[in-house]
């Protein structure tokens, strides 16, 4: 009988911190888990308020099998009005289920996972679908993802090009340039939107809630990438004259993502091209001569796989806070 634990907030980055590259490995293993069907997924479950439209706590269970072999769930509030007092506006929790027997193991404060499995996912679709050379990032919204894709960038890349930074909240852009030119040195500055989206590399960090970057005004270049992590910020004709690299085709297509309203716009899913898991698997084949949008609807498999991995550590490490009546008489 598996007792139960609790890891804390600052055990979780103690643990995640220095092991970037370890965690985008994590990311594509599960990726590819889930390629070959060893692994469940089902529709994430949005509790939304009437009285606060803008709010909502998102529930993804999950089953990742592999290495891992660990079911669980997690649920992620994202509360935007909180910036206004100063607090962050997503928190969230993870539970994973041991396998055998069903019981939950562990409550894992998931805020800095599910930062970090975004950040290793974008940072992966990074080295399998952009330019061999980025001479300058475009970073759109300047919140705490976008300063973890950042350093997961700056982690597996040797470091950051030129950085443009655009947030509606100039006090915001300016504290990402700041972070940036002391954690990692270079040039990062505040720039238009045109001038972030202008770039080799453009990261959509925003809680855009419908479509404002539109063509003609701001179109997308041959051999540009863009990682589509807000997924609501590109016009859907946007998307048809470039190659839509997915995480997962029917988990994207839905809730109103710039992918699912070029669905809408088209009657189609000709406009997709595959899944970043059929690219590193060789299926799929990008062109050249287009832009590529990585639109990553977020994986409840990745939660898995990297707060599994931070509960091994914990443990190994002896930081786990274990509570050994939580469940009380278990026998039958």
């Not at 965690?23 to 939304?48: C, I, K, T």
């Not at 992620?76 to 928190?91: D, E, T, W």
């Not at 470039?242 to 899913?269: I, M, W, Y």
Request: glycine letters at 10%; aromatic letters at 6%; hydrophobic letters at 45%.
């Amino acid at each position: 009988m598996p007792e139960f634990s609790v890891i804390t907030g600052p055990q979780v980055a103690q643990v995640l911190d220095g092991r970037e590259a370890r965690v985008v490995d994590l990311v594509r293993e599960a990726y590819l888990a889930h390629h070959d069907g060893d692994s469940v997924n089902p529709d994430s479950y949005f509790l939304r308020f009437p009285q606060k439209p803008e709010a909502r706590i998102i529930a993804l269970p999950a089953y990742l099998g592999g290495k891992a072999g660990v079911a669980g769930i997690k649920w992620i509030a994202s509360f935007p009005h909180n910036v206004r007092s100063g607090l962050q506006r997503a928190s969230a929790v993870l539970v994973l289920n041991d396998f055998e027997t069903g019981f939950p193991l562990v409550l894992l404060e998931s805020a800095a996972i599910s930062a970090a499995r975004t950040a290793a996912s974008a940072a992966l679709a990074a080295a399998a679908l952009g330019p061999d050379t980025v001479r300058r990032v475009g970073v759109v919204g300047a919140g705490p993802i976008a300063r973890t894709v950042c350093r997961y960038l700056a982690a597996t890349r040797g470091g950051l090009p030129e950085v443009r930074c655009h947030d509606l909240d100039a006090a915001s852009a300016d504290r990402l340039v700041d972070h940036l030119r002391r954690t990692h040195g270079g040039d990062a500055r505040t720039g238009t939107l045109s001038d972030a989206l202008d770039c080799d590399l453009v990261v959509l960090a925003t809680t855009a809630p419908a479509p404002y970057i539109h063509a003609p005004e701001h179109a997308l270049r041959a051999g540009q990438l863009v990682l589509n992590l807000s997924l609501r910020d590109l016009a859907p004709e946007l998307l048809l004259g470039a190659d839509n690299v997915l995480d997962d085709v029917e988990h994207c297509l839905k809730a109103a993502t710039s992918p699912h309203l070029a669905e809408q716009l088209t009657g189609g899913r000709d406009f997709v091209t595959g899944t970043l898991a059929g690219v590193l698997r060789g299926e799929v084949r990008l062109d050249a001569g287009r832009p590529t949008v990585f639109s990553p609807f977020g994986l409840g498999v990745l939660d898995l796989a990297v707060g599994h991995h931070v509960y091994r550590t914990a443990a190994e490490d002896g930081l786990l806070l274990t509570l050994p009546d939580f469940f009380g008489d278990t026998a039958r």
